[in-house]
T-cell receptor, first 116, second 114 residues
Framework: KAGVTQTPRYLIKTRGQQVTLSCSPI?????VSWYQQTPGQGLQFLFE???????NKGNFPGRFSGRQFSNSRSEMNVSTLELGDSALYLC???????????????FGPGTRLTVL | GENVEQHPSTLSVQEGDSAVIKCTYS??????FPWYKQELGKRPQLIID?????GEKKDQRIAVTLNKTAKHFSLHITETQPEDSAVYFC?????????????FGTGTSLTVIP
């Protein structure tokens, strides 16, 4: 199976702009989670989508939003970019459904966002 | 919500020695504890995981222990090798609705000195 893919891999934006990141999960996986990774802060959970519905949400401002399409591909949007939004954005896919309590997450390579 | 703390933030060991990384969690509802290894410039990859109904799990040189009462779990790497050098993240997962929400520690940068 092909792994999780993310596009673009690198982005440079300026403050106030908006950005859209894309994540394609492993075929058959219906859950996509997004994380922000910064030095010293580890992986901060943004949100999770399952079957086109946001199922869980972390503690990020409303400038961070996302969506999931019927083919399970997901996009994350950040509006009104701030310098502090510079980070590696990782998505992770899992089967995510049913009554299983343990769903392994597989990470994509990430999108490195730099805000100037 | 859940809070996962990870220590130490950096760890240096001589090749062949053991390395131990410890994590604590706050929510007793957490029931799945994966460990990820992230090499420089690469994505995190699952190296071992443990479920709340198990106290210990081993996979070759890697082992994880879980103490549910104390709410802590640890990663043990024996006979360390230079290729073990990476950042290691622990996570605790809570089942919410039909899925799990993962909470990650802040990472441990492990350096194995040849």
């Amino acid at each position: 199976k092909a792994g999780v893919t993310q596009t673009p891999r690198y982005l440079i934006k300026t403050r106030g702009q908006q950005v859209t990141l894309s994540c394609s999960p492993i075929s058959g996986h219906r859950s996509v989670s997004w994380y922000q990774q910064t030095p010293g802060q580890g992986l901060q959970f943004l949100f999770e989508y399952f079957s086109e519905t946001q199922r869980n949400k972390g503690n990020f401002p409303g400038r961070f939003s996302g969506r999931q399409f019927s083919n399970s591909r997901s996009e994350m949007n950040v509006s009104t970019l701030e310098l502090g939004d510079s980070a590696l954005y990782l998505c992770a896919s899992s089967s995510g459904g049913g009554t299983a309590s343990y769903n392994e997450q597989f990470f994509g390579p990430g999108t490195r966002l730099t805000v100037l | 919500g859940e809070n996962v703390e990870q220590h130490p933030s950096t760890l240096s060991v001589q090749e062949g020695d053991s390395a131990v990384i410890k994590c604590t969690y706050s929510d007793s509802a957490s029931n799945y504890f994966p460990w990820y290894k992230q090499e420089l410039g690469k994505r995190p990859q699952l190296i071992i995981d443990i479920r709340s109904n198990v106290g210990e799990k081993k996979d070759q040189r890697i082992a994880v222990t879980l103490n549910k009462t104390a709410k802590h779990f640890s990663l043990h790497i024996t006979e360390t090798q230079p290729e073990d050098s990476a950042v290691y993240f622990c996570a605790a997962s809570i089942r919410r609705d039909l899925g799990n929400q993962f909470y990650f520690g802040t990472g441990t940068s492990l350096t194995v000195i040849p």
